[in-house]
C-alpha cells in the first residue's frame, strides 16, 4: 500500500469513526475522548478479560500514576527507550516539587521496587499480578485508538523461581489474549518473540 494509500485508508477510518460516534479529539495533541459507545465496547470486552485472568489465579492490583523521578533512574536502561515520551510533573500545590514525578509510561520501575520489599525467599513466588490502568506516552506522531498520548491498558506481572516457568506463564497470557481478540474482536493475530530491535530496553530476546 503506498503513502497516499495509508493517507486515504486513515482519513476514512478517522471520518466513520467520528460520525459513529466513537471519540472526539481531546482538548491536546494527541488526546481523545473515548465516546459512551466506545467505551461501553471497552468495558465489555475488559469484564471478559478480567474474569479470564482471575482464573489464571492472577491478582488484581493498583499502582499510583505517577512514580518518583529517583525510581525511574534505578531503571535507567528500560526507561531509556520511554524518555522521548516521557510526561513530568514539576508542580504540585503551587510550589516547585523537590523531586519531579513521572505520569506512568508504564509500571515496571514503580511495581518491581515493591515485588522486591514483598518477596524475601522462594516461598513467596509465584507472585502474579495484574493492573488495569491507563499509562501516557507523549505520542509525537499520534492517531486516535492506536497511538494516543493517553490510552487505557492492563498490565500483568509474574514473578517466579526460574526463567523456564516465567517464559510458560507469558505464553500462557499470551495465548489467551490471542484467542480472545481472534474470537471476540475478529482481530488477525500471529504469536511470536519480538527481534532485537523490536523489545523493550533491558528486555530478554527470545522467541517461542
Same mark, same amino acid.
Given at each position: 500500500?503506498?503513502?497516499?494509500?495509508?493517507? &486515504?485508508?486513515?482519513?476514512?477510518?478517522?471520518?466513520?469513526?467520528?460520525?459513529? $460516534? =466513537?471519540? +472526539?479529539? @481531546? /482538548?491536546?495533541?494527541?488526546?481523545?475522548?473515548?465516546?459512551?459507545?466506545?467505551?461501553?465496547?471497552? $468495558? &465489555?470486552?475488559?469484564?471478559?478479560?478480567?474474569?479470564?485472568?482471575?482464573? !489464571?489465579?492472577?491478582? #488484581?492490583?493498583?499502582?499510583?500514576?505517577?512514580?518518583?523521578?529517583?525510581?525511574?533512574?534505578?531503571?535507567?536502561?528500560?526507561?531509556?527507550?520511554?524518555?522521548?515520551?516521557?510526561? !513530568?510533573?514539576?508542580? @504540585?500545590? @503551587?510550589?516547585?516539587?523537590?523531586?519531579? =514525578?513521572?505520569?506512568? /509510561?508504564?509500571?515496571?520501575?514503580?511495581?518491581?521496587?515493591?515485588?522486591?520489599?514483598?518477596?524475601?525467599?522462594?516461598?513467596?513466588?509465584?507472585?502474579?499480578? #495484574?493492573?488495569?490502568?491507563?499509562?501516557?506516552?507523549?505520542? %509525537?506522531?499520534?492517531?486516535?485508538? =492506536?497511538?494516543?498520548?493517553?490510552?487505557?491498558?492492563?498490565?500483568?506481572?509474574?514473578?517466579?523461581? #526460574?526463567?523456564?516457568?516465567?517464559?510458560?506463564? !507469558?505464553?500462557?497470557?499470551? #495465548?489467551?489474549?490471542? +484467542?480472545?481478540?481472534?474470537?471476540? %474482536?475478529?482481530?488477525? !493475530?500471529?504469536?511470536? @518473540? &519480538?527481534?532485537?530491535?523490536?523489545?523493550?530496553?533491558?528486555? %530478554?530476546?527470545? +522467541?517461542?
Amino acid at each position: 500500500m503506498s503513502g497516499e494509500e495509508r493517507k &486515504k485508508v486513515s482519513s476514512i477510518f478517522l471520518e466513520y469513526a467520528q460520525k459513529a $460516534e =466513537l471519540f +472526539d479529539y @481531546g /482538548p491536546f495533541k494527541g488526546s481523545i475522548v473515548i465516546r459512551p459507545y466506545a467505551y461501553s465496547m471497552w $468495558e &465489555k470486552f475488559q469484564a471478559y478479560l478480567d474474569a479470564e485472568i482471575k482464573r !489464571m489465579d492472577c491478582d #488484581n492490583l493498583y499502582f499510583p500514576c505517577l512514580i518518583p523521578e529517583r525510581l525511574l533512574s534505578m531503571e535507567k536502561e528500560h526507561v531509556e527507550g520511554f524518555s522521548p515520551e516521557l510526561a !513530568m510533573v514539576t508542580h @504540585g500545590g @503551587g510550589e516547585e516539587l523537590v523531586e519531579k =514525578l513521572a505520569v506512568r /509510561p508504564t509500571s515496571e520501575t514503580l511495581m518491581y521496587y515493591y515485588f522486591s520489599k514483598w518477596i524475601s525467599s522462594w516461598r513467596d513466588l509465584p507472585l502474579k499480578v #495484574n493492573q488495569w490502568s491507563n499509562v501516557v506516552r507523549w505520542e %509525537l506522531r499520534p492517531f486516535p485508538f =492506536l497511538r494516543t498520548s493517553e490510552f487505557l491498558w492492563q498490565e500483568g506481572h509474574n514473578c517466579r523461581p #526460574n526463567y523456564i516457568s516465567s517464559t510458560l506463564e !507469558m505464553w500462557n497470557i499470551l #495465548n489467551l489474549y490471542h +484467542d480472545r481478540y481472534k474470537s471476540l %474482536l475478529a482481530f488477525p !493475530m500471529i504469536s511470536s @518473540g &519480538k527481534k532485537a530491535s523490536e523489545k523493550f530496553p533491558a528486555a %530478554l530476546y527470545f +522467541d517461542r
